[in-house]
C-alpha cells in the first residue's frame, strides 16, 4: 500500500536534547512538507522541499532543520534551540510541488512531547 | 501570513447547513480544503484553481473568488460524518511549492 509513514507515533524526550522525527513515503512524490499543529493554531508550516538536497524553511523554522538526502524520506529534526517543542508533527507530500492544482497527502503524525 | 478562517467552531444538528470561510492576505493561484477527524491526518477534500469553476461532490462544494482572495466550503444537509476539523491551504501565486494552512474550522454535527 502506498502512503506516508511517519515514526514513532508518540516520542518523549528531556530537555536539551536533539530529535529526529522520521518521515518516509512510497508515492513517488517530489515535494515533501513538515507542519506543527498545535491546538488554535492549525497547521504551520514549518520545512518544505520540491526535490532532492533542495529545501526551504517555512514559517516557523527557527529551531529546526531538514535533509533531503533520498526523494522518498524528509527527517526533520527538533533542536534544542526550539523553545517550546512539545506539539503534533505532521509530514505531508505531493505529487509535483510546484502544480497549485496537487493535493497534499498527510503522515499520521508524531506527537512529541519534551520534559 | 496564515489565512485566516471563520468560524473557529460550530455546532449544527443533522441535517443543517454550514458555511466555513478563508481569507488570504496574499494573492492565490489554488486553495485546498481538507478535513480532520480527531487523532487521524487531514484527508484531501477538494482544490479550487484560480479562473476555475465552483467545486462539489456529494454535499459538500466550495467556491474562490480570486480577486477577493476568498474560499468558502459549503456543507449542505450536514451528516453526522461531517464532523471534524476543517483546515484550508492557501497556494501563493509566486508558485514556489509551498503550501500553508489555516487555523482550522471545528465543525460538530449532533443527531
Known amino acids: 500500500d502506498g502512503g506516508i509513514t511517519q515514526s514513532p507515533k508518540y516520542l518523549f524526550r528531556k530537555e536539551g536534547q536533539n530529535v529526529t522525527l522520521s518521515c518516509e513515503q512510497n508515492?513517488?512524490?517530489?515535494?515533501m512538507y513538515w507542519y506543527r499543529q498545535d491546538p488554535g493554531q492549525g497547521l504551520r508550516l514549518i520545512y518544505y522541499?520540491?526535490?532532492?538536497?533542495?529545501?526551504q524553511k517555512g514559517d516557523i523554522a527557527e529551531g529546526y532543520s531538514v535533509s533531503r538526502e533520498k526523494k522518498e524520506s524528509f527527517p526533520l529534526t527538533v533542536t534544542s534551540a526550539q523553545k517550546n517543542p512539545t506539539a503534533f508533527y505532521l509530514c505531508a507530500s505531493r505529487l509535483r510541488g510546484l502544480d497549485p492544482n496537487t493535493e497534499a497527502f498527510f503522515g499520521q503524525g508524531t506527537r512529541l512531547t519534551v520534559v | 501570513q496564515q489565512p485566516v478562517q471563520s468560524p473557529q467552531a460550530v455546532i449544527l444538528r443533522e441535517g443543517e447547513d454550514a458555511v466555513i470561510n478563508c481569507s488570504s492576505s496574499k494573492a492565490l493561484y489554488s486553495v485546498h480544503w481538507y478535513r480532520q477527524k480527531h487523532g487521524e491526518a487531514p484527508v484531501f477534500l477538494m482544490i479550487?484553481?484560480?479562473?476555475?469553476e465552483q467545486k462539489g461532490h456529494d454535499k459538500i462544494s466550495a467556491s474562490f473568488n480570486e480577486k477577493k482572495q476568498q474560499s468558502s466550503l459549503y456543507l449542505t444537509a450536514s451528516q453526522l460524518s461531517y464532523s471534524g476539523t476543517y483546515f484550508c491551504g492557501t497556494y501563493g501565486s509566486s508558485n514556489t511549492g509551498k503550501l500553508i494552512f489555516g487555523q482550522g474550522t471545528t465543525l460538530q454535527v449532533k443527531p
Open positions: 479550487l484553481l484560480k479562473g476555475g
Open positions: 522541499s520540491q526535490i532532492v538536497n533542495d529545501f
Open positions: 508515492l513517488n512524490h517530489d515535494a
